[in-house]
């Protein structure tokens, strides 16, 4: 009787073990076939990619037109309305000039003679105008400065003074001041050490 007991439910246990072993051979078919179904992708179309993009018409570059370099003029670092107000003029030689009215700025009293240069006729590598004075320009004075100095070998001014001028103690610093600056250029023939007498005459006139 034992024994039919445990055959019994031995049978029902096998038989439960079966159908239960069934269902879950079953579900994981079902389960792996949901899987494998092909996923069907729906595009949804923006409605911003209907929009046409308009390109702008850009027009072709015109050739650069090729520019002639101007030529360069060289200016002095003097005001322009000054150098229309001075002009320089040479000595002449030949006008008889009043000995007892020549001075120089130190009050020294000099001779001319016939071996005086003009410095206009010189190759001057540096010229420069006189400054008009702010003095004589609100007293709309003009005048003129006459000079005599030296050029040393190395075309150097030095040794300036005053021949005439008029009026007096007006433009003479000035005209003085600028000749200074002056260099002219050195001749071959120049020996060390040695000068020349040159004269030259600033005339002081204001813009019309």
Same mark, same amino acid.
């Given at each position: 009787?034992?024994?039919?007991?445990?055959? +019994?439910?031995?049978?029902?246990?096998?038989?439960?073990?079966?159908?239960?072993?069934?269902?879950?051979? @079953?579900? #994981?078919? $079902?389960?792996?076939?949901?899987?494998?179904? =092909?996923?069907?992708?729906?595009?949804?179309?923006?409605?911003?990619?209907?929009?046409?993009?308009?390109?702008?018409?850009?027009?072709?570059?015109?050739?650069i037109k090729?520019? $002639? =370099?101007?030529?360069?003029?060289?200016? %002095?670092?003097?005001?322009?309305?000054? &150098?229309?107000?001075?002009?320089?003029?040479?000595?002449?030689? @030949? #006008?008889?000039?009043?000995? !007892?009215?020549?001075? @120089?700025?130190?009050? /020294?009293?000099?001779?001319?003679? +016939?071996?005086?240069?003009? /410095?206009?006729?010189?190759?001057?590598?540096? *010229?420069? &105008?006189?400054?008009?004075?702010?003095?004589?320009?609100?007293?709309? #004075?003009e005048g003129?400065?006459?000079?005599?100095?030296?050029?040393?070998?190395?075309?150097?001014? !030095?040794?300036? #003074?005053?021949?005439?001028?008029?009026?007096?103690?007006?433009?003479?610093?000035?005209?003085?001041?600028?000749?200074?600056?002056?260099?002219?250029?050195? !001749?071959?023939?120049?020996?060390?050490? @040695?000068?020349?007498?040159? %004269?030259?005459?600033?005339?002081? *006139?204001?813009?019309?």
């Open positions: 009787m034992r024994i039919l007991i445990a055959v +019994s439910v031995s049978l029902v246990i096998s038989i439960a073990m079966f159908v239960l072993m069934q269902k879950m051979t @079953s579900t #994981q078919s $079902e389960h792996i076939k949901k899987e494998t179904n =092909p996923v069907q992708l729906t595009y949804l179309r923006d409605k911003k990619d209907t929009v046409i993009e308009k390109k702008k018409r850009v027009k072709p570059k015109e050739p090729k520019v $002639e =370099p101007k030529k360069l003029e060289l200016k %002095t670092k003097l005001n322009q309305e000054l &150098n229309k107000n001075v002009k320089i003029k040479p000595l002449d030689i @030949s #006008q008889n000039i009043d000995i !007892s009215s020549i001075n @120089s700025l130190s009050g /020294a009293k000099i001779n001319i003679g +016939s071996n005086l240069l003009d /410095a206009n006729m010189l190759n001057a590598l540096k *010229r420069v &105008n006189p400054r008009y004075p702010r003095r004589a320009k609100i007293r709309r #004075q003129f400065v006459q000079l005599t100095f030296k050029i040393d070998s190395g075309g150097f001014v !030095s040794g300036v #003074q005053v021949v005439n001028s008029n009026p007096k103690g007006v433009f003479e610093e000035e005209a003085v001041k600028a000749i200074k600056r002056w260099r002219f250029r050195p !001749s071959k023939d120049d020996v060390a050490g @040695s000068f020349k007498n040159a %004269t030259i005459t600033f005339n002081f *006139r204001l813009a019309r």
